[in-house]
């Protein structure tokens, strides 16, 4: 994954095994940038996790996403958060946990050091939380000068219920990685035949991995948690 290349597959990127079931060679490719005179890697490419969690669901999936990317030579995944923009009383009244502190908040300027993205936000009427798009909306000044055009992005969701927004949420984001000229890169079938196991209740999509949050006490699912790990060895 890298700004300029896309989904393009590359001869010199080592292939990666995405499932046990149904293995799917994926070439990562590699920005020429990135590559001394050698042609060797001269820093491993970096994949920007950038989320918003309200309850803690999302926050898991990311930091799952994470180990993902951290398991492939050459890529390791970076944390961050987005700012809350809601008051703390109002936050104290819906019960919402305290946050883990340890993860920091992006800055707008960050972004054109990532080589990949993954996004992550729980959904609001379908779309994603204000949160998410308030940051959205402040990387105006890139998009402007198209800063992040051609980098890769996928997108993992939090949805109440089943019929909650598991992919209109992560189907309304993509207009923001249209505008910034960015490439969407959803998951697909890829997962194989657990992607359409019918016996379990799971979130998720072939737009992204996904979780049922229920009221926000439900406990993210095995299956959940190896589809997020999943799509960044995938991406």
Known sequence: MGKGNGCVPSK?????????TNPIP??????????????????NLRIFIVYYSMYGHVDLLAKRM?????????????????P????????????????????PVISVEEMVEAD???????TRYGSMAA????????????CQDQRLAGIPAGFFVSTGTQGGGQETTALT??????????????????FGSEMSNLESIRGGSPYGAGVFSGNGSRPLSSIELDLAHHQDIEE
């Open 131 to 142: 949160q998410m798009k308030s940051f959205f909306d402040s990387t105006i000044v890139l």
């Open 66 to 82: 994470k180990k993902g990317v951290d398991s492939v030579d050459g890529v390791e995944g970076v944390l961050f958060k987005v």
């Open 26 to 43: 994926i070439p990562i490719p590699i920005p020429d940038q990135l590559k001394s005179k050698a042609g060797e890697i001269s820093r």
């Open 12 to 20: 010199n990127g080592p292939l990666v095994t995405v499932s046990d």
């Open 84 to 103: 809350e923009t809601l008051p703390l009383e109002t936050l104290e009244q819906m019960r919402v946990p305290v946050k883990d502190d340890g993860v």
């Open 116 to 122: 990949g993205f993954l996004f992550g936000f729980p």
């Open 173 to 190: 984001a993509v207009s923001v990685l249209a505008y910034h000229g960015m490439v969407y890169v959803p998951i697909g079938y890829t």
